[in-house]
């Protein structure tokens, strides 16, 4: 078993596992809304699940951009999340500082794509001794993840993941090449697929990330017919009312359906229909 699975329950299941939730602690009830659906759903279909959401957002385009409720206020909803539920939490860091602060905190250290490369903070984040989700850069190849590995291996943090989020096509635009599942797979970490920040359309004139959110389905679908070990997306009770993301989010009203087509799928794929 893989390390980072090892605090998820349902492992023995076979199924792949789920991180889901909100794209940012928007306010003191929405986490828990999402949570405790998701919660329930995920202990029906008996997928291993960990519940994801920002702290804080650093990387926006616009000044005026929601970046969060503050620091520590975040980080204890998290906590909390994971104290009244008994599911690991996941948020992203953006520094090394960031590191030392939110391992506190969570179970999983999140490295956002555009700092896959940053040496320092994989560093930061490897000495934590925290489970570490590296996300694939959109601007690199499913090979050069190889590298972010072997930092984290060098730093002594083996209990580390990779994340498929998209690559660059064009400037408002992201494609998935699901030919990068199995080349990170032989790195012999857990593959994961976002399938909703895949969906994005960065760089929109008005200086907010747009999205395909109809395509949802599509990507999830495939994305477990290939084989990747878990499914990473965002949720959210009324994505259209949301801070952050909401153009790329799942209504939370239809996370269950999505799951059980794609459990379905995954039984056919590993063949114990």
């Known amino acids: 078993m893989f390390p980072v699975l ?9 199924n792949f596992f ?13 986490p828990f809304v999402v949570a405790e659906q998701m919660v329930s759903v995920t202990e029906r279909l008996r997928i291993p699940y960990a519940f994801k959401a920002s702290y804080r957002k650093a990387n926006r385009s616009r000044m005026d951009s929601f970046i969060g409720i503050g620091d520590r206020e ?3 909803i998290l906590r909390s999340i994971h104290q009244r539920y008994g599911v690991p939490v996941v948020t992203d860091i953006h520094s090394e500082q960031d590191a030392a602060m939110a391992a506190e905190y969570v179970d999983v250290l999140q490295i956002p794509a555009f700092l896959c490369r940053q040496t320092s903070l994989l560093q930061a984040a490897a000495k934590t001794g ?3 989700n590296i996300k694939k850069g959109q601007f690199l ?8 590995v072997e930092k984290m291996r060098h730093f002594g943090n083996a209990n580390v993941m990779l994340t498929e989020r998209g690559t660059t096509f064009g400037y408002q635009d992201l494609v998935v090449d699901f030919r990068g599942i199995p080349i990170m797979r032989h790195n012999g970490v857990p593959i994961v697929v976002d399938i909703t920040h895949s969906l994005q359309r960065p760089n929109q004139p008005e200086g907010v990330t747009g999205g395909n959110p109809e395509m949802i389905e599509t990507i999830g679908r495939a994305a477990v017919a290939v084989g990747c070990d878990g499914i990473f997306m965002e949720t959210h009770p009324n994505p259209a009312v949301a801070k952050s993301d909401g153009a790329n989010m799942l209504p939370l009203d239809r996370a269950e359906r999505l799951l059980e087509t794609l459990l379905r799928i995954h039984k056919a794929a590993v063949g114990t229909c």
């Not at 090892?6 to 076979?14: D, K, M, Q, V």
């Not at 789920?18 to 602690?25: D, E, N, Q, T, Y």
């Not at 190849?141 to 972010?148: I, K, L, T």
């Open 130 to 132: 925290r489970c570490v």
């Open 74 to 76: 975040g980080l204890e």
């Open 141 to 148: 190849s499913p090979e050069a993840m190889a590298y972010a």
């Open 18 to 30: 789920l991180i889901a939730g909100p794209c940012v602690i928007e306010d003191d009830r929405t």
């Open 6 to 14: 090892e605090n998820l329950r349902f492992t023995e299941t076979g």
